[in-house]
């Protein structure tokens, strides 16, 4: 079964930027929706962002023009470049696959901790 590893969590001060990377265990980008999502202490997850197989993308209000989905399927490494970071940015931070594109997310990453904080 393919695994999902993120990397590239860690602190930051506002203003600032981090990209995490989400690496899958065997070739699965191009043939799955893929997506990122957030957590934050005592609140729901929320979707951040998503990617379908064509390479389309949807952004959560909250982050729209600061962070970027992409995808490297050669690599089978999902991106999420975060600017202009904020204190309500601060999540763990979990990628995801929606192996029939159906918008439920049946694969999971064990996620990483993004802090932003001055």
């Known amino acids: 079964q393919v695994q999902l590893a993120e990397f590239g969590g860690g602190s930051v001060r506002p203003g600032g930027a981090l990209r995490l990377s989400c690496v899958a265990s065997e070739y699965a980008y191009g043939s799955y929706c893929m997506g990122w999502f957030r957590q934050a202490p005592g609140k729901e997850r929320e979707a951040v962002t998503r990617i379908n197989i064509a390479g389309d993308t949807h952004y959560a209000d909250s982050v729209k023009g600061r962070f970027a989905i992409s995808k490297d399927n050669a690599e089978s490494t999902l991106y999420l470049q975060m600017s202009s970071l904020v204190p309500e940015d601060t999540a763990m931070y979990y990628c995801?696959?929606?192996?029939?594109?159906?918008?439920?997310?049946?694969?999971w990453g064990q996620g990483t901790q993004v802090t932003v904080s001055s």
């Open positions: 995801a696959a929606d192996h029939y594109c159906s918008g439920s997310f049946d694969l």
